[in-house]
């Protein structure tokens, strides 16, 4: 079984500072994992993804995020927000081998303040 | 954008009333998933197909039902609509369901039932 947790529901940060959102999981096997982004009354799009290989993982818009074998982390990062990042994201795992369904996390809405 | 459509995109029905929602895809996936989104919940797979007339339940699937008669089209079917099935639906795709493929949503239905 796989699981995902984002132990933070809200996350309000300056505009132009830095920000960290987490992201947690289980699996008793190796992992695909994703961050997709959800603006207001949109559907939700793929920022990035970490498949295998170098653990930091480039995506759009500046962010990055970091996989942590050992700590089972995928945190999202970015070095200055701007007021547009202000959306909902949500971290999603995946088992790799066979045909396994995607989980998702119950989400973290970001605040950019002006 | 990948070329995913959701009909109606709001909906207000009685208790009782059954409801069909519908997914439209021109991207020839095979895969076609439900998700409904809570806050507190993230998002919680309802059912998915993997093909034409193959479905499968996922982790909320009392009280729905779907159907896939066509590549491009996926019927969600609340049979007798309940306050508790007030939720934002959202339809997802992906090229196929073995390995780290991402998913593609569309804009959402927000259903609210009285």
């Known amino acids: 079984a796989q699981s995902v947790t984002q132990l933070d529901s809200q996350v309000p940060v300056f505009e132009e500072a830095p920000v960290e959102l987490r992201c947690n999981y289980s699996?008793?096997?190796?992992?695909?994992l994703f961050w997709y982004v959800q603006y207001p009354n949109q559907g939700l799009q793929l920022l990035l993804k970490y498949l295998s290989g170098s653990t930091l993982v480039k995506g759009i818009n500046g962010f990055e995020a970091e996989f942590n074998k050992s700590q089972t982390s995928f945190h999202l990062r970015k070095p200055s927000v701007h007021i547009s990042d202000t959306a909902e994201y949500f971290c999603?795992?995946?088992?790799?081998?066979?045909?396994?369904?995607?989980?998702f996390g119950t989400g973290t809405k970001l605040q950019v303040i002006p | 954008d990948a070329g995913i459509t959701q009909s109606p995109r709001h909906k207000v029905t009685e208790t009782g009333t059954p409801v069909t929602l519908r997914c439209h895809q021109t991207?020839?996936?095979?895969?076609m998933y439900w998700y409904r989104q809570d806050p507190g919940h993230g998002l919680r797979l309802i059912h998915y197909s993997y093909g034409v007339k193959d479905t499968d339940k996922g982790e909320v699937s009392d009280g729905y039902s779907v159907s896939r008669s066509k590549t491009e089209d996926f019927l969600l079917t609340l049979e007798s609509a309940t306050s508790s099935q007030t939720s934002v639906y959202f339809c997802a795709i992906s090229e196929s369901q073995r390995g780290p493929y991402e998913q593609y949503f569309g804009p959402g239905t927000r259903l609210t039932v009285t």
């Open positions: 699996s008793s096997v190796s992992v695909y």
């Open positions: 991207e020839n996936h095979r895969y």
């Open positions: 999603a795992v995946k088992s790799s081998g066979g045909y396994q369904k995607v989980t």
